[in-house]
């Protein structure tokens, strides 16, 4: 892979986004990582520019539209054109769905739907010009299987997926590929709070129901994106990449 590809993840600064703007930066890529959470950003990032990595961060919530715009403005300024994007920012809790407030479904499909539309859309000028993009989603095993107290979750993501698949047609023309990765449970800051409230029971034992019995990393998401972002993967597009253990088969 041109170590020199500029590399944009959303909710870079933990989970799953931090493992994946890891494995990219130290790959050799500029990698430009978003989030909302501004000290996670300071500390993870100087943690990579210790070790040589070309790192930029940028607050960013992914519901709106001019902080997308702005922080790939400053991208392009400070690392070059876009070439990558991983669209991972994303949000999730359980809520019973007979007393959903309209507001939290809202919220949901802000975040984890319409800020990927957010996240893709104005990077997608670099990708053209350049006849050459790589796009990857994280949805989630949710929409793929449903999810018991998450209607509101497994509904984005399962958007999520569709947008995939058909930004996978309608971008392959174009030297672009899209894909998703949908993980189950993967040993997160996120999970484990959720794990911390009693919305999920502890990561052991729900690794009793994984054939590969244990939670994923987000090393583990981190390898399928540097795969589906590689010229080696440059006949795969539309696919859901299931990282998941065996969960969903």
């Known amino acids: 892979m041109n170590s020199q590809r500029v590399v944009v993840v959303t909710g870079g600064a933990s989970g799953i986004g931090l493992g994946v703007s890891q494995l990219f930066a130290r790959n050799g890529h500029p990698v430009a990582m978003l989030d909302v959470q501004e000290g996670a950003l300071a500390r993870e990032s ?9 790192v930029l961060t940028h607050r960013v919530d992914v519901t709106d539209r001019a902080q997308v715009e702005a922080a790939y403005a400053a991208v392009r300024d400070n690392l070059g054109p876009i070439a990558i994007v991983i669209a991972n920012a994303g949000i999730s809790h359980a809520a ?3 007393t959903l407030p309209v507001e939290t479904w809202q919220r949901m499909i802000d975040v984890n739907l319409t800020g990927v539309f957010h996240t893709i859309q104005p ?13 990857v989603t994280i ?10 107290d998450r209607a509101h979750y497994a509904a984005s993501k399962g958007g999520v997926i569709g947008l995939t698949r058909s930004l996978a047609r309608e971008l392959a023309a174009l030297g672009i590929t899209v894909n998703t ?10 999970a484990q709070e959720s794990v911390r409230t009693g919305q999920f029971p502890s990561l052991d034992i729900i690794s009793q129901a994984i054939p590969i019995a244990r939670p994923g990393t987000p090393e583990d998401i981190a390898f399928a994106c540097e795969y589906l972002c590689s010229d080696k993967a440059s ?3 539309g696919q859901e990449i299931n990282v998941n253990g065996g969960m969903y088969i």
């Open 235 to 237: 006949y795969v597009t």
């Open 46 to 54: 100087a943690a990579l520019r210790d070790q040589g990595a070309k």
């Open 181 to 190: 990765i949908p993980p189950s449970v993967v040993d997160t800051p996120l």
């Open 96 to 98: 019973d769905f007979q």
């Open 139 to 148: 949805s989630s095993q949710a929409a793929q299987s449903g999810a018991q």
């Open 123 to 135: 990077a997608l000028p670099d990708m053209v010009a350049a006849k050459w993009g790589r796009i």
